[in-house]
């Protein structure tokens, strides 16, 4: 079974909810982005989305348009992201998404790209650029390969298009609880519980929820409505703080595991026979 399927199955049988966390691939370079998966494993993550750098990042703030500027200039590139995947997978199944420019993987040979990352081990692509009217060559790559479809939708998507994406979409759906692009925000969107419930309308695949999630509150209170709570830039931004410092590892840890903790100290609601809800915990 698909590790992304797979971990939220498990989840699920735990009454748990998931933490995603974003770095990107190569900053400040390749053996510091393994190190930190296998620790992000030993922590609770529950699923690591690695961005490959691309010179044009047109959905990144600008915390991960420099994390890119440094994967980048660390010599890292999509082959050598696939290395590093392998490596990791020495000594982890934690399942891992690769954050993707579509210009990446047209240069590389799309099918390819899909077929050597799921010899290297990823579980799941999100390709953010590539709409799904123009997927169809990717979609059936990924579904030979059983790699995840991770699709976006955003709080403008038209409900209709909602249906469209999510019917597409295999592993979890990736809601972007904000316009605009990744970075830190200090507060959560009033209209998250009406955007979740229009999602869920039209699929039963897990929903994670991220851009603009920084603190253990603010992940605590998505992780109540969602399935899943991504966190990103705030992540990418210690890594940037610390750089090539020899606790650059330790640093990320102590911030990323009160992340983890707020996450699963929400508990699922149980349906009751009577079909009410009751807390477990």
Do not use: W
Not at 239 to 246: D, E, L, N, V, Y
């Amino acid at each position: 079974m698909n590790r992304i399927v797979e971990r939220f199955a498990r989840l699920k049988r735990a009454e748990e909810k998931g933490l995603i966390v974003y770095i990107g691939a190569g900053d400040p370079d390749l053996e510091a982005t393994r190190q930190l998966a296998l620790a992000f494993d030993r922590i609770g993550v529950d699923v690591l989305e690695l961005g490959v750098p691309f010179s044009d990042p047109l959905a990144d703030g600008l915390v991960n348009q420099l994390a890119a500027q440094r994967g980048l200039a660390s010599g890292t590139t999509p082959a050598k992201v696939l290395e590093t995947v392998r490596l990791i997978r020495r000594d982890s199944q934690i399942p891992i998404v690769l954050y993707i420019y579509f210009n990446l993987m047209h240069r590389y040979g799309p099918a390819r790209f899909v077929a050597d990352a799921a010899a290297a081990g990823v579980d799941g692509l999100l390709v953010l650029d590539l709409p799904p009217e123009e997927a169809g060559e990717v979609e059936t790559a990924m579904r030979r390969a059983d790699v995840c479809n991770i699709y976006l939708v955003a709080p403008t998507t038209p409900e209709q298009r909602i249906e469209m994406i999510v019917k597409r979409a295999t592993g979890f759906v990736y809601y972007i609880s904000r316009e605009g692009v990744t970075g830190m925000r200090d507060s959560l969107p009033p209209d998250l519980p009406i955007m979740l419930n229009k999602i869920r309308a039209h699929t039963d695949l897990p929903v994670a929820v991220g851009f603009g999630i920084s603190t253990p509150e603010q992940a605590r209170a998505v992780a109540a409505l969602a399935d899943a709570v991504v966190v990103g830039s705030a992540v990418v931004n210690q890594i940037a703080r610390h750089g090539r410092s020899p606790e650059l590892e330790q640093r990320v840890i102590e911030f990323t595991k009160p992340l983890v903790e707020a996450v699963k100290s929400v508990s699922v609601p149980r349906t009751t026979l009577a079909g009410t809800t009751q807390q477990e915990r």
